[in-house]
């Protein structure tokens, strides 16, 4: 398929269907997105109606948004066009102390994808904004742009993943308790469509499931493998992949197909750190996202990262799946295999220092970065380790991991089918960040457990747990977690009982602290906590992200004229950075985890002024005190 300038591909947006591309990426995939293309309309076979066709005045589906550093970005969803039907989407804003609606932007319709995109500068993130999006004469989609809750003590999330299209239709329950939970920001890890190779059918089916909660909140949606069509994705920065199961590495459908997927789901985020595509010319979207003081880093953890065939020895009946427990750990983490990659190790450099608008922070990816699976597919199906997770490889895993407990950061993410909260280890157990795995949103396409083989509890288990197998374990790569709470399905044939569902994380910033809940599909939120799923709710304090025992600590810092600044520690041995956060109130006293000598940097936002240097760390008892300006 031939790349046309920018320039051209805007005009061609607004001519009739009949002049564009029936078969948009290109002759070797003549039926990709197939029920949104070319002559969609058309019925498929006798008397079969178009799965996109819709009354004219409900072309306009569902919006997502998202604003910060004075941005809003917005994309409104539509169903398929037909040939004389506008290519031109309107936006409507009503203000706070306004009565009419003002038009303050019109927008052509992205072809194909059918998606509308507006970015808003100036934005004023203090006020409510009503919203109104319009096509045509008849169609309509209303919502609210929430300011921002900077003020409100505790930020509420709301966690899922994984919409398996076995089960179509409504999710009537569950769009009940989030609306009832009220989240201050959504996040859909991937597989928000398992229909792979029908993109704009599966991106709608999940919109018109979720857009009463997606319509008046920020929203973040990060494609995963079967959102672009692949049963894993190993993505090797954007190389042609071999097959759709993507061992070897690389993305198998066009990359206009992947671009199209980015674009309908992370648009509307904000601008990539570093925008540089990646091969093929497959963009990259890694960013981060302020909400209410929480600033959220938005990983893309299957971009960069190697494939596994033809790199290790096959120790299982795939390339990806280890079954031999007497294999040599080492000889799958060789040296020059990638998971996050070197552009987002930078950006987490970045990120983990720049606290401006932040109290806290997250990190969120499609997948967990440790194997906390013991049978896969089915209950009798025991694998020792899947290097679809990012506990593969193992010293990629250990880099993103120090990097995340340098902000004192928790991890979300989806993908497993198995909801669980662990805390992982990098050089010994539990010295590492919290994680969190949402549970499918429905549970019915793989299924997963947690079942140690000699079903017993590992060391330092959870006091008073209901669950009978938590504490330190190794995952099958050798990668140290602690199993604070899982939630396994009981009973698959049983819809009640698959284990899926959604995640809540409430960061409470006057506490400096994180709470994690797991909620059944069916349950009630009405009920209380007794609803979630056992071992739920799990609260932890910011500082327990890095889970490593203080040696001792530096003097402390009391603050001279401003509260609560940025304090970096750095050990001069190394020139390395144990941790940058913004600390509580009016002193601090740093810990270390070895003895040593250190530099202190503060400042009210980012650790700009060296505040002390050539510091020698004291014992638990070090009485010590430094008055600082930040």
Request: hydrophobic share 30%.
């Amino acid at each position: 398929m031939r790349i046309f300038p920018a320039c051209f591909c805007l005009l061609m947006m607004s001519v009739s269907i009949s002049a564009q591309p029936p078969q948009p990426f290109g002759p070797d995939f003549p039926n990709l997105d197939s029920d949104a293309v070319g002559q969609w309309w058309k019925p498929r076979g006798k008397n079969k109606k178009p799965r996109l066709e819709v009354p004219r005045d409900e072309v306009l589906a569902f919006a997502v948004y998202a604003h910060d550093r004075g941005t809003l970005k917005l994309t409104g969803q539509l169903y398929p066009l037909m040939p004389d039907e506008s290519r031109q989407v309107h936006l409507d804003l009503i203000r706070e102390g306004e009565s009419d609606w003002t038009r303050v932007a019109t927008e052509e319709i992205h072809y194909p994808g059918w998606s509308a995109h507006f970015r808003i500068e100036n934005w004023d993130n203090t006020q409510n904004v009503r919203y109104r999006l319009r096509h045509g004469t008849e169609s309509e989609f209303e919502g609210l742009i929430r300011k921002d809750p900077k003020d409100k003590e505790t930020i509420v999330l709301g966690a899922l993943s994984c919409n398996s299209s076995r089960t179509p239709g409504p999710r009537p329950r569950m769009i009940e308790n989030l609306m009832k939970q009220d989240p201050d920001l959504l996040f859909f890890a991937g597989d928000q469509s398992y229909h792979h190779t029908q993109h704009t059918f599966g991106w709608l089916e999940f919109g018109m499931q979720f857009r009463d909660v997606l319509r008046d909140r920020p929203t973040i949606a990060i494609p995963d493998d079967h959102d672009v069509g692949q049963a894993n994705i190993w993505g090797e920065n954007g190389k042609k992949a071999k097959t759709p199961a993507g061992p070897a590495g690389g993305f198998f459908y066009p990359a206009e197909y992947v671009n199209m997927v980015q674009r309908c789901q992370t648009w509307h985020l904000p601008e990539p750190h570093d925008p540089a595509p990646i091969e093929r010319g497959i963009g990259v979207y890694f960013t981060n996202l302020r909400v209410g003081g929480i600033d959220f880093a938005i990983l893309e953890d299957r971009k960069f990262k190697s494939g596994p065939e033809g790199k290790i020895p096959k120790m299982g009946p795939r390339p990806d799946h280890i079954n031999d427990p007497a294999y040599d750990r080492s000889s799958v983490d060789l040296p020059g295999l990638k998971l996050l990659g070197d552009r987002q190790l930078k950006f987490l450099d970045d990120w983990g220092a720049d606290w401006t608008g932040a109290e806290m922070k997250a990190v969120l990816s499609q997948t967990a970065f440790c194997g906390a699976v013991h049978l896969h597919g089915q209950p009798e199906n025991r694998l020792l380790a899947d290097l679809d997770c990012n506990g593969w490889p193992q010293t990629p895993r250990n880099e993103a991991l120090r990097r995340i407990r340098r902000a004192w950061a928790p991890h979300i993410c989806g993908d497993q089918h198995l909801a669980v909260v662990v805390q992982h280890g990098i050089d010994s157990p539990s010295d590492g960040p919290y994680g969190f795995t949402s549970p499918a949103i429905v549970n019915t396409i793989y299924g997963r457990w947690w079942h140690p083989e000699d079903e017993k509890p590992g060391k330092n288990p959870v006091k008073n747990s209901p669950l009978p197998w938590t504490g330190e374990y190794e995952d099958g790569l050798g990668n140290l977690i602690r199993m604070i709470a899982y939630a396994n399905p009981e009973d698959r044939t049983d819809e009640t009982k698959r284990a899926d569902g959604h995640g809540i994380v409430r960061f409470n910033k006057d506490q400096r602290t994180i709470t994690f809940e797991c909620w059944p599909r069916f349950a009630s939120v009405d009920d209380g906590d007794e609803a979630q799923f056992s071992g739920w709710p799990v609260t932890v304090k910011m500082s327990q992200n890095d889970g490593r025992k203080p040696v001792g600590f530096l003097p402390k810092l009391e603050f001279e004229n401003g509260d609560s600044p940025v304090v970096q520690v750095i050990d001069e041995s190394a020139g390395e950075v144990i941790y940058t956060v913004r600390t509580r109130g009016k002193s601090f006293r740093p810990p270390v985890y070895s003895h040593g000598t250190y530099t202190i940097k503060s400042g009210p936002d980012r650790p700009d002024v060296v505040t002390l240097e050539g510091i020698k760390s004291g014992g638990k008892d070090d009485a010590r005190s430094l008055m600082i300006k930040p």
